[in-house]
């Protein structure tokens, strides 16, 4: 079993910042890409940020220059770093992984976290 256990949101006013986490444990091998997802009320879940094994990364215009994704590859973790957070930030968020398992022969599967909420106020 693998687990992606995340931490860090939380009340914020406009301006301020947060730093998520998201820890991978369990029976894995490996990991590739990982990356963090979002989910406003009312809207579908949007890709907010992600990065590859060797430390490429992506993000969505709205955040570009306002969050970091970083990753402890020892430590098999995520964050993603929020500043300048505005109103229309205000989301669940998700952490997402493309794991190796430790099988034979290897099987890979896309993992998500429970979510957590993040809520910036204005």
């Known amino acids: 079993q693998v687990q992606l256990v995340e931490s860090g949101g939380g009340l914020v006013q406009a301006g301020g910042s947060l730093r998520l986490s998201c820890a991978a444990s369990g029976r894995l091998s490996s990991i590739k890409a990982m990356g963090w997802y979002r989910q406003a009320p009312g809207k579908q879940r949007e890709l907010v940020a992600t990065?590859?094994?060797?430390?490429?990364?992506n993000y969505v215009d709205s955040t570009k220059g306002r969050f970091t994704i970083s990753r402890d590859n020892a430590k098999n973790t995520v964050y993603l770093q929020m500043n300048s957070l505005k109103p229309e930030d205000t989301a669940v968020y998700y952490c997402n992984a493309r794991i190796v398992l430790l099988t034979f022969p290897a099987y890979e599967s896309d993992y998500w976290g429970q979510g957590t909420q993040v809520t910036v106020s204005s």
């Open positions: 990065i590859t094994s060797d430390g490429s990364t």
